[in-house]
């Protein structure tokens, strides 16, 4: 029997239309194609709106869909309202209840209606009594304060990581929302909780071009011919922020330091291929933020819910550890 190897996609997140078009030019050259988180009733949007990339990536093969109706099934609904109910008990979203702003929709296959109606209900209801969700209007999403709504949505791209080998897809979260990151390490820190410490952040670095004047197909075929140096960079992000948080604290400062000087090695391998190729100074940068837990320190249950808040219920790896973690990426010439 031949086992097909999973592909690496860039699993892009808080929502299933990107914030930056261009960056997903760049996800590109790291990844193997990128992945979104999709109501069944929103399927073909990131194409009509993007007519440019998401069109020919899906007819690629190379913009992969998630279907929140699919996707977020029992297992990930329990874990999500579970996640979310500990935030709630910790007192921490109580400073947005007495907020006046905007609520956004969100799904109501992305809260789980689909996959456990009776625990999304019961969520919902929590919200709901908190004043941080209203009823439905339409039938199919739920106006929510857009701070829950991130919240909800950073959890998901982590739960739903060990989803993706059953669609052949090794998912990493990232984002070109820096908040979003700056959020994900508030939870994976929190007080008390088993991972506190443990936290691994890796500073963004510039590393590539902006590719916004580049057509898709000489993105395309550039990733081709430089493949494995990209590749080579964005795995030992990940594979070090791991191997880092399972450290000691005390421990942390010089290994970061060796790790640091390995990826400054990876980061000009990846920039000279760029700038030879397209004339242009490096301006793109790619930071990660993530955490590692084993087993054996604890009650597994606990180690993914501390009394004090909710931690990422992260995918298990074939060592047998859980984690969470996210790319962040980011345009310097825009963003400063």
Same mark, same amino acid.
């Given at each position: 029997?031949?086992?097909?190897?999973?592909?690496?996609?860039?699993?892009?997140? %808080?929502?299933?239309?990107?914030?930056?078009?261009?960056?997903?030019?760049?996800?590109?050259?790291?990844?193997?194609?990128?992945?979104?988180?999709?109501?069944? $009733?929103?399927?073909? *949007?990131?194409?009509?709106?993007?007519?440019?990339?998401?069109? %020919?990536?899906?007819?690629?093969?190379?913009?992969?869909?998630?279907?929140?109706?699919?996707?977020?099934? =029992?297992?990930?609904? *329990?874990?999500?309202? =579970?996640?979310?109910?500990? #935030?709630?008990?910790?007192?921490?979203? *109580? %400073?947005?209840?007495?907020?006046?702003?905007?609520?956004?929709? !969100?799904?109501?296959?992305?809260?789980?209606?689909?996959?456990?109606?009776?625990?999304? *209900?019961?969520?919902?209801?929590?919200?709901?009594?908190?004043?941080?969700?209203?009823?439905?209007?339409?039938?199919?999403?739920?106006?929510?304060?857009?701070?829950?709504?991130?919240?909800?949505?950073?959890?998901?791209?982590?739960?739903?990581?060990?989803?993706?080998?059953?669609?052949?897809?090794?998912?990493?979260?990232?984002? @070109?929302?820096?908040?979003? #990151?700056?959020?994900?390490?508030?939870?994976?820190? !929190?007080?008390?909780?088993?991972? /506190?410490?443990? #936290?691994?952040?890796?500073?963004?670095?510039?590393?590539?071009? @902006?590719?916004?004047?580049?057509?898709?197909?000489?993105?395309?075929?550039?990733?081709?011919?430089?493949?494995? /140096?990209?590749?080579?960079?964005?795995?030992?992000?990940?594979?070090?922020?791991?191997?880092?948080?399972?450290?000691? #604290?005390?421990?942390?400062?010089?290994?970061?330091?060796?790790?640091?000087?390995?990826?400054?090695?990876?980061? /000009?391998?990846?920039?000279?291929?760029?700038?030879?190729?397209?004339?242009?100074?490096?301006?793109?940068?790619?930071?990660?933020?993530?955490? /590692?837990?084993?087993?054996?320190?604890?009650?597994?249950?606990?180690?993914?819910?501390?009394?004090?808040?909710?931690?990422?219920?992260?995918?298990?790896?074939?060592?047998?550890?859980?984690?969470?973690?996210? $790319?962040?990426?980011?345009?310097?010439?825009?963003?400063?």
């Amino acid at each position: 029997m031949t086992v097909t190897a999973s592909q690496d996609v860039a699993f892009y997140y %808080p929502g299933h239309l990107w914030y930056d078009v261009d960056h997903v030019k760049n996800m590109l050259l790291f990844f193997d194609g990128v992945g979104v988180l999709i109501p069944e $009733y929103k399927k073909g *949007e990131p194409e009509y709106h993007d007519p440019i990339v998401a069109a %020919p990536l899906r007819e690629r093969g190379l913009l992969h869909y998630l279907v929140a109706d699919e996707v977020v099934d =029992a297992s990930a609904t *329990e874990q999500l309202a =579970a996640a979310v109910e500990n #935030v709630l008990l910790s007192g921490a979203l *109580e %400073p947005l209840m007495a907020e006046r702003t905007a609520f956004h929709a !969100l799904s109501m296959s992305r809260l789980g209606f689909a996959g456990d109606r009776e625990v999304a *209900e019961r969520l919902f209801q929590q919200l709901k009594a908190r004043g941080l969700a209203l009823e439905s209007e339409d039938g199919a999403s739920i106006p929510m304060h857009p701070m829950v709504r991130y919240l909800i949505l950073i959890l998901l791209a982590q739960i739903l990581r060990p989803a993706g080998p059953k669609m052949g897809l090794d998912l990493s979260p990232i984002t @070109d929302r820096a908040k979003i #990151v700056e959020a994900l390490q508030e939870i994976l820190s !929190l007080p008390g909780a088993v991972l /506190a410490g443990h #936290v691994v952040a890796f500073d963004l670095q510039t590393v590539t071009v @902006d590719l916004s004047s580049i057509p898709l197909d000489e993105v395309l075929d550039f990733r081709n011919q430089h493949r494995e /140096a990209h590749r080579r960079y964005i795995r030992s992000l990940r594979r070090f922020a791991r191997e880092l948080s399972l450290l000691p #604290v005390e421990e942390q400062s010089t290994a970061f330091a060796d790790r640091q000087a390995e990826l400054d090695d990876y980061a /000009a391998d990846v920039k000279k291929a760029a700038r030879t190729a397209w004339r242009k100074p490096a301006a793109v940068a790619i930071g990660l933020t993530g955490a /590692a837990w084993t087993l054996t320190t604890g009650d597994p249950i606990g180690a993914l819910f501390a009394a004090c808040g909710a931690l990422m219920p992260g995918a298990k790896d074939a060592s047998g550890e859980h984690g969470a973690f996210s $790319y962040l990426l980011s345009a310097h010439q825009r963003y400063g």
